[in-house]
C-alpha cells in the first residue's frame, strides 16, 4: 500500500530540515519505504480536510490504506514497529529504545521549543531579554543530563535506533543557537545522525521541496 | 514477576495525584497488575544510583526483572502492550490509540506545563503577569482543538485506551486553573476518566503516601 505522508508547502525554516516531516522521511528512508508527500499549505491546515486527518492542524500525518495517524513520534514508532531497521529484537532493548523516543519528545524536546517560542514569538516582547538566562538553563540542565547519560557511547542505547533518530532531529533545533557546542558529545552525536545516508537523503527530499533549483 | 515503580516520597502537590506516578499506577490498576512503589526523595533523585535508572533524575521509573524504564509515556505504553485493557485489538484502532498517547505527551501538554512554569516558577518575576495571556492563549488553542475532535463521544477513538488515560492525566493538571470549565466536554470527559475505579484506586494509593492518616 502507497504511504502518503504530508509536507508544508514551504516551510517556516527554509529548508534547513527543522520541520517535524523530516523526522518521518528520515524514517522511512531507514527501513527503504517508498513513500508520497503531500504538500499543504498554513491556510489548508487549518481547514476541515486536515483536520479531519490532523485534530491539531499540523504536519506531519501518514496515510496508509485506510489507517491515518498524526503526531510525529507515533508515525515514527508506526514505520520502527512495522519494518525493520529501527527497533532492536530483544525485548527489552526494543523498549528501552522506546523511551528514548519518549524522553526526546516530552523531555528534551519541551525546553527546546520554549526557547523558540521566546525567541520567535516573544522576541519582540519587553521581558524577553530579561527572561531568557532563566529559558536558556532549562535547556543546559537536560542537555547536561544527556551528555552525561550518553558519554563516548555512539547512540543511547546499543546500536542505532528510532530512539536516536527523534533524538538527534530534536537536537538539531539547538544547531543555530549554538548550545549544542557546549556539549563536545553531543555535537558529536547529532553528527553522526546526520552523517547517515537514509538522514542525507531525507534532508534532501524536504529541501527540494523547500529550495526549488533555480531554472 | 515483580513490578516497582518509583514516586516521590513525598509529591510536591500534596496528594492531588498530580504526580506522574499516578499515571502509572493507573495503567497498572487498569490492567490488574500488582506492583510495589519505592519512594524516592529529591535529594536521592540526583544522586548516582536513581540516575542510572532515570537520566534525567525524575519519577516514575519501572523495573521488572532485568528491564529498567523511565519516562512515563514509555512505561505507560510498556504496560498496555503486555496487558490486555488499554490498546485495541485492531491493528489500525491500536495505531490511533498509541497516537492519543503522544499526543498528549507531545501536543497539549507542553503548553500546560508552560502554563505551570509561568505560575510557579517565574510566578514573581516582573514579567509574568504581562506574559500570562499568551501562555494561556497557547493552551486555548490546544483545548479548543481538542475540544472540537472529542464532540460528544466519551473516549477519543472508541473504547477507553491508554490514549484516553494520558490525555485525561495531561488535563487534569488544569483543574485549579477553571480553564477546563470553558470546555464542558473536556471537562466531562475528565471526570469519566476519574470516575473509573482504576483512576480511583490509583489516586487513593498515591495519596495514602502523601497524606498520612493522622494518629
Known sequence: MTITITAFDRSPDG???????????????????????????????????????????????????????FETGAIVFHIAEHHAGLLPDDANARARAITWIFAALSTVEPPILE????????????????RMPLVLDRVRDRLGQLSARLGDADWLDGAFSA??????????????????????????????????????RAFD???AVNKPPAG
Do not use: C
Request: charged fraction near 25%; avoid cysteine; proline fraction near 6%.
Open 163 to 200: 530512539g536516536d533518530l527523534m533524538m538527534v532531529s530534536v537536537l538539531l533545533r539547538l544547531r543555530a543557537s549554538g548550545l549544542l557546542d557546549e556539549y563536545p558529545n553531543l555535537s558529536a552525536y547529532v553528527a553522526r545522525g546526520e552523517a547517515r545516508p537514509a538522514y542525507k
Open 205 to 207: 527530499a524536504q529541501l
Open 15 to 69: 529548508g534547513k530540515g527543522l520541520a517535524r516531516d523530516t523526522r518521518v522521511r528520515w524514517a522511512l528512508e531507514e527501513v527503504g519505504q517508498p513513500y508520497e508527500v503531500r504538500l499543504v499549505s498554513f491556510g489548508a491546515m487549518k481547514e476541515p480536510a486536515h483536520l479531519a486527518l490532523h485534530p491539531f492542524g499540523q504536519i506531519p500525518t501518514y496515510e496508509e490504506g485506510d489507517l491515518g495517524l
Open 115 to 130: 526557547l523558540m517560542t521566546a525567541r520567535i514569538f516573544e522576541g519582540d516582547k519587553p521581558w524577553t531579554a530579561q
